[in-house]
C-alpha cells in the first residue's frame, strides 16, 4: 500500500536556525497538510495545501513557516527561524478526492 | 466553536475485554466526518475508523465499532476483545463538509486518550 514519507525521522537544531522537513505525499494524491503535535498535547493544524498554493493555513502558521512543493513529489515545511516551542512532532499527510488523510510517520524536531 | 472533547484522559481494559472511549464534539454543521486516530508509540498516526455524519448506522471495523449520536453529538468508539497491541494514545477528530474533491476542510482533534491493555 502506498504510505507517506517523512524525512528525517528526528531533526535537533539550534534556536534561531533553519531547519526544512521533507514529505513524499502519496503519488495521485491533491491535498497536502501539515500538522504538529507538541508532546502531551493535541494535534493542532499548520497548512493544507492544493493546486500548488496554500488553501488554509492556521495562526500556527506565521511568517516563520512557509510551504513548497518544489518538484511534484515533495511537500516541505520550512521553518525559518526556530524557536525553543516549535519543538514537537510534525506531521505531513496527504489525501486524493475522496480518501482519508493518510499520513507519514511524523518528524521529530528539537529546537535546543 | 469547534471543538472536539474527549473526557477520558486514560483507559485501562484487561486484554479480552471490551472497553469504551468517549468523545464529544461541537459543530453547528450538520454534513462532517468523525474519526478515530490510533497513535502507538511509534508516534505514527493510523486510522481506526471514520464515521459519515448523514449515516445512521454506525461504523465498524473488525473489533472497533462507533456509536455515533449525532442529537447528542457524541461519538464513542468500542473496542472489542482487546489486544496488547491495541495500547496506544487514541484521537477523535472530526472534519467539516464532505470529503470529496473541492474541500479542502482541515481535521479538528480532542486531546486524546490514552489507553492501557493488560494481560
Known amino acids: 500500500e502506498p504510505e507517506v514519507t517523512q524525512t528525517p525521522s528526528h531533526q535537533v537544531t539550534q534556536m534561531g536556525q533553519e531547519v526544512i522537513l521533507r514529505c513524499v505525499p502519496i503519488?495521485?494524491?491533491?491535498?497536502f497538510y501539515w500538522y504538529r503535535q507538541i508532546l502531551g498535547q493535541k494535534v493542532e493544524f499548520l497548512v493544507s495545501?492544493?493546486?500548488?498554493?496554500?488553501?488554509?493555513k492556521s495562526e500556527i502558521f506565521d511568517d516563520q513557516f512557509s510551504v513548497e512543493r518544489p518538484d511534484g513529489s515533495n511537500f516541505t515545511l520550512k521553518i525559518r527561524s526556530t524557536k525553543l516551542e516549535d519543538s514537537a512532532m510534525y506531521f505531513c499527510a496527504s489525501r486524493g478526492g475522496n480518501s482519508p488523510l493518510h499520513f507519514g510517520n511524523g518528524t521529530r524536531l528539537t529546537v535546543t | 466553536a469547534q471543538t472536539v472533547t474527549q473526557s477520558q484522559p486514560e483507559m485501562s481494559v484487561q486484554e479480552a475485554e471490551t472497553v469504551t472511549l468517549s468523545c464529544t464534539y461541537d459543530?453547528?454543521?450538520?454534513?462532517?466526518?468523525l474519526f478515530w486516530y490510533k497513535q502507538p508509540p511509534s508516534r505514527q498516526m493510523i486510522l481506526v475508523i471514520r464515521?459519515?455524519?448523514?449515516k445512521q448506522q454506525n461504523a465498524t471495523e473488525n473489533r472497533f465499532s462507533v456509536n455515533f449520536q449525532k442529537a447528542a453529538k457524541s461519538f464513542s468508539l468500542k473496542i472489542s476483545d482487546s489486544q496488547l497491541g491495541d495500547a496506544a494514545m487514541y484521537f477523535c477528530?472530526?472534519?467539516?463538509?464532505?470529503?470529496?474533491?473541492?474541500?479542502?476542510?482541515?481535521?479538528?482533534w480532542g486531546l486524546g486518550t490514552s489507553l492501557a491493555v493488560n494481560p
Open positions: 477528530a472530526y472534519t467539516l463538509g464532505s470529503f470529496n474533491a473541492g474541500n479542502n476542510r482541515k481535521l479538528i
Open positions: 495545501f492544493y493546486n500548488n498554493e496554500i488553501s488554509e
Open positions: 464515521q459519515e455524519a448523514y
Open positions: 459543530t453547528s454543521e450538520s454534513d462532517y466526518y
Open positions: 503519488s495521485n494524491h491533491l491535498y
